[in-house]
């Protein structure tokens, strides 16, 4: 299996521009997160999907940033417009519901900067 | 609220040596799952070790193994025979029923030969 995929794995923008993450979870996986982690707050969950559907999105900073997954293999993170605080490592990770609860399988992160 | 706590920013251990990584949390959950997950530069997540809350034996995997202290609600990673490659950020992680897995700030560890 090729894992979780995500892109770009790194994205310098200026400030005001949209950016879009992108994610590919493993196949049979049915559970989606979105981690952002910076140095000064760590790992923070940003919002996760079941199915397909969000569950959970408190802690998406703000109305900038909107994440849909409009079907089982495919999910985006869409910050507009972008500011330099939200220059961070973005990791979309992927689990099944079945089995044994937890383990997440990360993808290998985007890098954003925002100028 | 669910809170995880390392309190160890940085670590350094001689190669061949052991060395345990520590760990609290705060929950009143009582099925829970915690996790170490390393870091390595390449920055990919990765899996180390896994403990549910209802099992009283520590879990093991090969080098790694976890002293997990329910009632001190302590779980901390002990690394053996430290190897160069062991050398990442080292999270540990608290898992419940809500599916949010949510992570301590991190200890990196440096392996020195």
């Known amino acids: 299996d090729a894992g979780v995929i995500q892109s770009p794995r790194h994205e310098v923008t200026e400030m005001g521009q949209e950016v879009t993450l992108r994610c590919k979870p493993i196949?049979?996986?049915?559970?989606l997160f979105w981690y952002r982690q910076t140095m000064m707050r760590g790992l923070e969950l940003l919002i996760y999907?079941?199915?397909?559907?969000?569950?959970?999105d408190s802690g998406m900073p703000e109305d900038r940033f909107s994440a849909k997954m409009p079907n089982a293999s495919f999910s985006t993170l869409k910050i507009q417009p972008s500011e330099p605080r939200d220059s961070a490592v973005y990791f979309c990770?992927?689990?099944?519901?079945?089995?044994?609860?937890?383990?997440?399988?990360f993808g290998e992160g985007s890098r954003l900067t925002v100028l | 609220a669910q809170t995880v706590t390392q309190s160890q920013p940085e670590m350094s251990v001689q190669e061949a040596e052991t060395v345990t990584l520590s760990c609290t949390y705060d929950?009143?959950?009582?099925?829970?799952?915690l996790f170490w997950y390393k870091q390595p530069p390449s920055r990919q997540m990765i899996l180390v070790i896994r403990?549910?809350?209802?099992?009283?034996q520590n879990a093991t995997e090969n080098r790694f193994s976890v002293n997990f202290q329910k009632a001190a609600k302590s779980f901390s990673l002990k690394i053996s025979d430290s190897q160069l490659g062991d050398t990442a950020m080292y999270f540990c992680?608290?898992?419940?029923?809500?599916?949010?897995?949510?992570f301590g700030t991190g200890t990196r560890l440096q392996v020195f030969p």
């Open positions: 990770a992927s689990r099944t519901t079945t089995g044994f609860a937890g383990e997440l399988f």
């Open positions: 196949s049979g996986h049915n559970s």
């Open positions: 999907f079941n199915n397909n559907v969000p569950i959970d």
């Open positions: 929950t009143s959950e009582s099925n829970y799952y």
């Open positions: 403990q549910e809350a209802y099992k009283q």
């Open positions: 992680a608290f898992l419940w029923d809500t599916d949010k897995l949510i």
